[in-house]
């Protein structure tokens, strides 16, 4: 039986979007048998993604699971995202599509021959040799998706989202410096995106949360 579980890096500074997380994974259609909520105490103000993947590398090892999927709490995931996933030593979506939600805009971004780290997944034990950047290294999904080993990007029906939203400790670009270089987003286009009205709900929630502050 072949094992899958989730990691989910936490810095434990943004609980609404964590439970939401959560609630997108206990409505998947393929359930992880572990899932590796990595949300101990920064010790700083300084990104320690890495720190939090490995150790949720490790958890997964110890436990013999054989594949594992990379979760971001604050992006939005369709139902069916863990059984659409073309299982390989590697495995991502060939393209990223961002969308801030704070000053409603979205961008489509292209970038062969990679994944975005929220819909990376690949198996355990083709990254026993791994050797990972820096601990305060922001752009891991580069990292990863220079590794030697068998790879796929695929191109599911429905799309995993990148939401933008500046809270918390954000290290993606979108987030606040460069939301003036995307494109308006209509009502339309963020409910062909964001297929799942409970989700559209809850962000239209956090914006308004976010602008009231």
């Given at each position: 039986?072949?094992l899958?579980a989730i990691i989910?890096?936490?810095?434990?500074?943004?609980?609404?979007?964590?439970?939401?997380?959560?609630?997108?994974?206990?409505?998947?259609?393929?359930?992880?048998?572990?899932?590796?909520?990595i949300?101990?105490?920064p010790?700083?103000?300084?990104?320690?993604l890495?720190s939090?993947?490995?150790?949720g590398?490790?958890?997964?090892?110890?436990?013999?699971?054989?594949?594992?999927?990379?979760?971001?709490?604050?992006?939005?995931?369709?139902?069916?995202?863990?059984?659409?996933?073309t299982?390989?030593?590697?495995?991502?979506?060939l393209?990223?599509?961002?969308?801030?939600?704070?000053?409603?805009?979205?961008?489509?971004?292209?970038?062969?021959?990679?994944?975005?780290?929220?819909?990376t997944?690949?198996?355990?034990?083709?990254?026993?040799?791994?050797?990972?950047?820096?601990?305060?290294?922001?752009?891991?999904?580069?990292?990863?998706?220079?590794?030697?080993?068998?790879?796929?990007?695929?191109?599911?029906?429905?799309?995993?989202?990148?939401?933008?939203?500046?809270?918390?400790?954000?290290?993606?670009?979108?987030?606040?410096?460069?939301?003036h270089?995307?494109?308006?987003?209509?009502?339309?286009?963020?409910?062909?995106?964001?297929?799942?009205?409970q989700?559209r709900?809850?962000?239209?929630?956090?914006?308004?949360?976010?602008?009231?502050?």
């Open positions: 039986m072949t899958i989910i890096p936490d810095r434990g500074d943004r609980p609404e979007l964590t439970e939401h997380c959560f609630y997108q994974i206990n409505r998947q259609t393929v359930k992880p048998e572990k899932i590796y909520h949300d101990h105490p010790a700083d103000e300084k990104i320690d890495v939090r993947i490995k150790k590398i490790q958890l997964a090892k110890n436990d013999g699971i054989d594949r594992v999927a990379i979760i971001e709490n604050d992006d939005y995931y369709p139902d069916n995202y863990i059984e659409s996933i299982w390989c030593q590697l495995t991502g979506i393209l990223t599509i961002y969308i801030n939600i704070i000053h409603d805009r979205h961008k489509v971004i292209l970038h062969p021959g990679r994944s975005s780290l929220f819909c997944a690949f198996e355990i034990s083709a990254f026993e040799d791994f050797e990972f950047p820096g601990p305060e290294t922001i752009d891991l999904d580069k990292h990863i998706w220079r590794h030697k080993c068998f790879k796929i990007l695929h191109y599911p029906k429905e799309l995993p989202i990148g939401i933008k939203h500046g809270m918390g400790k954000c290290a993606g670009w979108y987030h606040t410096n460069a939301f270089q995307m494109k308006p987003l209509n009502e339309a286009l963020f409910k062909y995106y964001i297929k799942r009205k989700s709900d809850f962000y239209r929630c956090m914006k308004n949360n976010t602008n009231s502050a």
